[in-house]
């Protein structure tokens, strides 16, 4: 049983080491992913992240995907007294995270 259980372990390990290389060379293939990496602090995992959440009708328009992604500022209002503004934080909350 113990033989079975090792091959089949290593066949595991080979399918996940497949399914990881095919993720690190998946955004290798937009080409605004790479636009995104040459921009400081951004690598694959957050370049993945902002290319699957945000629509490609955006893609281009920043103003338009800042909105999206909940980057726009927003004033708070408490009656007649006016505070600073702030991120709006209305975006997926898992593309916020990554950004």
């Known amino acids: 049983m113990i033989p079975f259980l090792q091959r089949e372990l290593a066949h595991v390990r080979a399918l996940v080491e497949e399914v ?29 992240a902002v290319l699957a959440f945000l629509l490609r009708a955006v893609w281009g328009w920043a103003k338009a995907a800042a909105s999206y992604a909940g980057l726009i500022s927003e004033r708070e209002e408490f009656g007649k007294m006016v505070e600073q503004t702030r991120l709006s934080r209305k975006g997926p909350p898992i593309l916020m995270r990554k950004l």
């Open 20 to 48: 990881e290389a095919q993720i690190q060379a998946f955004p290798g293939q937009i080409p605004e992913a790479a636009v995104m990496q040459e921009l400081a602090r951004v690598g694959p995992q957050v370049a993945a």
